[in-house]
């Protein structure tokens, strides 16, 4: 089992580029398919990007293409998820999430997802 923990969410401006971090309790962060979610105020949870465990593989919502990436930090057993060009529609609770241990498929719907993190608000000012 893994924890995840993220951080780094807050008030931005609109162009901006924060990072956002999700720390995983200590979990070889390689072992585990990662993803990152978004849910603003009165709509579903959306997909934003993910990647495969080594990260030969990302895949992204249309909406974040060329704005947000994704990284991995082995050591600090920590996963980023960069945004830049920030636009006020990127107002959300970003969550991170983890597919099951060694679990390799890049999915992109909440429900493949057995791990996630209790969520960290972005809010962009115009």
């Known amino acids: 089992q893994v924890q995840l923990v993220e951080s780094g969410g807050g008030l931005v401006q609109a162009g901006g580029s924060p990072r956002l971090a999700c720390a995983t309790s200590g979990r070889t962060v390689s072992d585990y398919t990662m993803g990152w979610f978004r849910q603003a105020p009165g709509k579903e949870r959306e997909f934003v990007l993910a990647?495969?465990?080594?990260?030969?593989?990302?895949y992204f919502a249309d909406s974040v293409k060329g704005r947000f990436t994704i990284s991995r930090n082995n050591p600090k057993h920590t996963v980023y998820l960069e945004m830049s060009s920030l636009k006020p529609e990127d107002t959300a609770v970003y969550y991170c999430?983890?597919?099951?241990?060694?679990?390799?498929?890049?999915?992109?719907?909440?429900?493949?997802?057995?791990?996630w993190g209790q969520g960290t608000q972005v809010t962009v000012s115009s």
């Open positions: 999430a983890a597919r099951g241990l060694y679990v390799s498929d890049v999915a992109t719907t909440p429900s493949e997802y057995r791990y």
């Open positions: 990647s495969s465990r080594r990260g030969s593989i990302t």
